[in-house]
């Protein structure tokens, strides 16, 4: 639990995930939207809204961007189809994030690039509104005001000393309900979109468990196979080895081709499956030759081991059908493994180079190999909000943070360090400290898999979506706006 200003925020990935301040500006002044009313995720509009109080004091740069907000004229920053952007809803959307991130103390950039971010954000989400309206979409009263409940109660207060906490904090109620309202919009949207449309194989999962229990970790998929038998003696003579060798060859290059593999089967295995297509049905590993494990450990679903494989019966033409999580004793189930992990994020910016961050952690890994303390570097030099804890994240669950820094945590052994990695927030040098089983049955632990996997895939999905809106709808930046948009494509 993390608790800002005695408003109480629930929500594990806010406290865990390496913040960005593209996050803060992709995201306006509610926070980080993630939220999903279908199968794949949970609905956190709660805490996306939450975000939003977490403006304290105006510090000196947000109360000189609000004073210039006051003579600002309202002129048009941005055609975005038949709608606008006014300069005035583009500098108070602005000044609200940059009180975030002051809050946060996190490192606030340029003005003049941050409100290109601001303006470019704004205009997707204006185009998803407007799709929006086309589709139908619209929240009602009764459900923001649900939503506005049911955040005051989390917080352990009324709807009304939930208001007057947000305006004592500078966000006027009216700005709430209506972000409110657009993000519980946005969310319908994308489900309808995006989300409603993911779907995860059973496949999908297995690999996804084996994927993130670290290096050294046993295997926990079974093997659905198919198989084709050509029989030999241990002691055959070699001419019969050499003839039964290349009938088998010919049979390979059939499968690899595309013949029909259960055809073949029945037309040549001289095993005793011969007559079901030569299928195995889905085997435990530890039931399966160690040879065969390892022909076809690298194989996608539906692919024919390359070679033929000789096994203490003669000579087998293996192909992959499928895979899945281990279905065998509760002992054997697959577990999903927690990491304990600490890191030091370096952003990329005006004043710090990509080349300069890499060098950087680069040196601080050194002098953690020789004795440094790494909470002490990461106390020092972080840049993300766990730097005051020495950079500790804590037990982080799979699909708990961005792709490229889940990969870099898995491949760690226990205390190892790893290269600087690249992720959408900067360079991020990582440390795990421990894993350990996650809690919950294999049945759960099989859906908590399942989801992070339907999660990661409709992100990926939203930011594909979001594109192809953004190219085929029109706009236009009027302005200063548009010379800076000029200048960016420069």
């Not at 939207?33 to 939003?52: E, K, Y």
């Not at 000189?64 to 907000?69: K, Q």
């Not at 952690?361 to 972080?382: C, H, M, P, W």
């Amino acid at each position: 639990m993390t608790q800002h200003s005695n408003v109480t925020i629930s929500n594990k990935k806010c406290k865990r995930r390496a913040e960005h301040w593209h996050i803060v500006i992709k995201t306006g002044l509610s926070g980080v939207s993630v939220a999903n009313l279908n199968t794949f995720r949970s609905t956190v509009i709660a805490t996306s809204l939450v975000a939003a109080t977490l403006i304290l004091s105006t510090p000196a740069g947000a109360q000189a961007l609000s004073n210039r907000n006051a003579q600002v004229a309202d002129s048009v920053v941005a055609v975005v189809n038949d709608d606008v952007i006014t300069q005035r809803e583009l500098e108070e959307r602005t000044r609200l994030i940059v009180q975030r991130l002051q809050q946060q103390n996190a490192p606030v950039p340029p003005i003049e690039q941050m409100r290109q971010q601001v303006l470019d954000q704004m205009v997707l989400e204006r185009i998803q509104l407007q799709l929006a309206k086309e589709n139908g979409i619209n929240i009602d009263d009764a459900t923001v005001n649900r939503t506005l409940t049911r955040l005051a109660q989390q917080n352990q207060m009324t709807l009304d000393m939930y208001r007057s906490r947000i305006e004592v904090q500078g966000v006027p109620w009216t700005v709430f309900v209506r972000d409110a309202r657009t993000e519980l919009t946005l969310s319908k949207l994308r489900g309808k979109e995006v989300d409603s449309k993911i779907t995860v194989s059973d496949g999908e999962v297995a690999n996804y468990i084996a994927s993130q229990r670290g290096p050294g970790a046993r295997n926990t998929s079974d093997l659905h196979l198919q198989h084709i038998m050509f029989k030999l003696p241990s002691d055959a003579p070699a001419t019969q080895v050499t003839e039964v060798q290349t009938k088998a060859d010919a049979v390979l290059k059939q499968a690899q081709s595309g013949t029909d593999f259960s055809k073949l089967a029945k037309d040549n295995s001289q095993d005793t499956d011969a007559n079901k297509g030569g299928d195995l049905g889905f085997r435990a590993l530890a039931t399966l030759p160690a040879g065969i494990v390892s022909a076809v450990a690298t194989l996608r679903p539906g692919q024919v081991v390359p070679t033929l494989l000789r096994t203490d019966g003669g000579f087998e033409i293996v192909k992959l059908v499928d895979r899945r999580a281990s279905q065998g004793t509760a002992a054997d189930a697959p577990k999903l493994v927690q990491t304990h992990v600490r890191h030091i994020l370096l952003r990329v910016s005006d004043s710090m180079s990509e080349q300069t961050a890499r060098q950087k952690l680069l040196e601080i890994k050194q002098e953690v190999a020789n004795s440094g303390d790494f909470a002490n570097f990461a106390r020092t030099y972080s840049q993300d909000g766990s730097a005051s804890q020495g950079g500790d994240l804590g037990w982080i669950s799979p699909g708990e943070t961005v792709p490229e820094f889940e990969r870099a945590m898995n491949s760690l052994a226990d205390n190892a360090v790893s290269d600087p990695v690249r992720s959408e927030y900067g360079y991020h040098l990582i440390q795990v400290l421990g894993r350990r089983e996650a809690e919950g049955s294999a049945t759960q632990q099989l859906d908590i898999a399942r989801q992070a996997i339907g999660q990661r895939k409709a992100e990926q999905a939203y930011s594909d979506w979001l594109r192809e809106l953004r190219d085929t709808a029109y706009v236009q930046y009027k302005g200063i706006m548009a010379q800076q948009q000029q200048d960016v494509q420069k």
